[in-house]
Each structure stands twice: as C-alpha cells, then as structure tokens.
C-alpha cells in the first residue's frame, strides 16, 4: 500500500514532498502537483512528457510470473535476500535502522521484493518498474510494498537519502540516482546474468546469449557514484526445466523476438520433455562513494 511508503516518495517534477489526498486516491506534493492513483492500487510518478518507454508486456509479466512460481530461481532470491540482510546489518551496527525501507527497481512481478519482505522483520519496501503490468502485480505482491510506475534513467521520485537497501535483479540502474537516494551505510545489491546462463536452451532456440562484460560496464557506469562494498558472489546451480517452463523462459525474455513465432513453435516441439540447464549470475555490493 502507498500510505506505507508516502514518507520516501517524492514529486517527479522537484522533488518536493507527497502526501495521500482523498482517501490515497490521488498523491499530492508540497509544491502542488497531483498524480492519481490506479485503482490497483499502484501511482505513476512521472514529469513533463512522462515515461518514454513501456518496459515489459503483459505476456511478458505473465510469462514471468510463470516460471519464477515453479521455484527455479530460488537460489537467486535467496541469494538477494540474504545479501540485502548483510547489507543492513552492517548498516544497522552503525547507527538505528528500526524500520528498514528497500527499494527495488525493474520489480517485475515483485517475486524477490516480497520475499526479502517477508523474511526481515519490520521492513517496508517501495517496488518500482517502467511497466503498468508488472506493477499491477507488485501493488498486490506483498502488504509492505508500494508499487510505483517510473523510469530509473530519469530522476528516481525518491526522497534523498531514504532507502536503506536497493536491490536490482536483471533490470537497469542509474547510479548517480542510486547515490543520491541511499541513507547513509546504505547498499545497492546487484544481480546480473552470467556468460552461459541458461545456455544449453539458447542453441536448439538459437535465442540470444548474455553478452560478455556486462559486470565490468556497470561497474564503469557507476564509477564516481558507487564502489564495490563487498566481494562479488558467483552463483551458478542446475534446473530442470518442463516444457511449460521453457516456453515460459523463453517468453519471459526479449531474447526471442528476432525468431517467428512459427519458427520457435517447430523448436520448442523438437525439444525433449524436460531439460537440464544451469543458471549463471553474479552478485554484486555496492555503496555510495
Ligand atoms: C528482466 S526483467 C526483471 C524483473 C525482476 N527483477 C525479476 O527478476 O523477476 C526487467 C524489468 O525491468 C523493467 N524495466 C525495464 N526498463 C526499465 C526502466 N527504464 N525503468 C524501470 N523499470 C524498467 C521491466 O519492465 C521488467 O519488469
């Protein structure tokens, strides 16, 4: 619910505080700007022209839903969870975080948020995405979430200072907004695909592969912004895959679009009842510099 994160929100267009009018149907800032609020419960913070692009589709954020319910990535979320919990002890031991606030970004379906939610007491986490599907399922995802639509390239609708731990699974990032918004001793926690995730689908696909470098470039883009906070984790772990879960793999990822759906259907058919496929990501700390 909104009401619970209003206090870390911020006008898109200066940043002023917000605050619920009218029952929370609508947000109103300090410098009297008005941004409604969905009746799914979600709010599109968003200046000027608004947000120049879309993010993922409904078929996409179904897809997605999909899979991650079948339990194939748990590793990863409890990964993330348990890197964001490090992140705020070693915050906490240095000064008073009762009541920690997450942000997460390029939320998705709000699979990882609420489970980071559920499994650190008192927490309360704003779940932001760029697309009005994935935030339909984040405003509902968990009770401690406010689900946001907005673009991390542009100037995140966050209170300087307010968020205790950012996390980012698979999704964009703005370190220089990062920097901005985190409270002191806070974290940035960084999932990021590997060379050679999920590779044994991508040759009888032929979908696209992770490409090369991806850690070394974001590490560059954050460069004045943000600095390595604790030493990078490789994860890597097999799956086994039904054909459900492939389609849904397959669906959830933009890697596909370059193939005919006719064309990945005679694939998909050509495939055995089940695959086994590794996961390759890494993850990394980061802190204001
Ligand atoms: C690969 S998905 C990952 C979703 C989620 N983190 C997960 O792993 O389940 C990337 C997400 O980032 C969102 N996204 C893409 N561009 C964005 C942008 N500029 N600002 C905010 N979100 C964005 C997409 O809509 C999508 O939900």
């Not at 935030?135 to 995140?156: F, Y």
């Not at 920097?179 to 806070?186: F, T």
Request: proline share 6%.
């Amino acid at each position: 619910m909104l009401s619970h994160i209003i206090d870390v929100l911020a006008d898109p267009a200066d940043g002023s505080a917000l605050s619920g009018a009218d029952d929370f149907t609508r947000l109103v800032s300090e410098s009297g700007h008005s941004y409604d609020v969905a009746k799914q419960g979600y709010v599109t913070l968003a200046s000027g022209a608004g947000l120049k692009h879309k993010g993922d589709d409904a078929d996409m954020v179904t897809a997605r839903e999909t899979y991650l319910s079948k339990g194939h990535f748990a590793p990863f979320v409890e990964a993330v969870t348990g890197a964001i919990q490090n992140a705020l002890d070693n915050a906490i031991s240095q000064e008073d975080v009762p009541e920690p606030t997450l942000l997460e970004v390029g939320a998705g379906t709000g699979y990882y948020l609420s489970h980071t939610l559920d499994s650190i007491d008192g927490s309360r986490g704003v779940g932001l995405d760029i697309s009005p599907h994935a935030a339909r399922h984040l405003a509902k995802c968990h009770p401690r979430v406010g689900a946001v639509i907005a673009d991390v390239w542009q100037t995140l609708p966050i209170r300087d200072e307010s968020i205790n731990a950012i996390s980012v699974v698979f999704a964009p990032r703005n370190p220089a907004e990062f920097q901005r918004i985190l409270a002191p001793g806070g974290q940035v926690i960084v999932l990021t695909p590997q060379a050679g995730h999920l590779d044994e689908l991508r040759e009888p696909l032929g979908i696209l592969g992770v490409e090369e470098g991806k850690v070394e470039r974001m590490y560059d883009q954050a460069e004045g912004f943000l600095e390595q906070a604790a030493d990078p984790v490789n994860l890597a772990f097999p799956i086994q895959l039904d054909k459900e879960s492939i389609a849904a793999q397959v669906a959830m990822s933009p890697s596909a679009r370059h193939i005919s759906a006719e064309e990945l259907a005679a694939r998909m058919e050509a495939l055995p009842q089940t695959m086994s496929v590794t996961a390759h990501a890494r993850l990394d700390r980061l802190r204001a510099v």
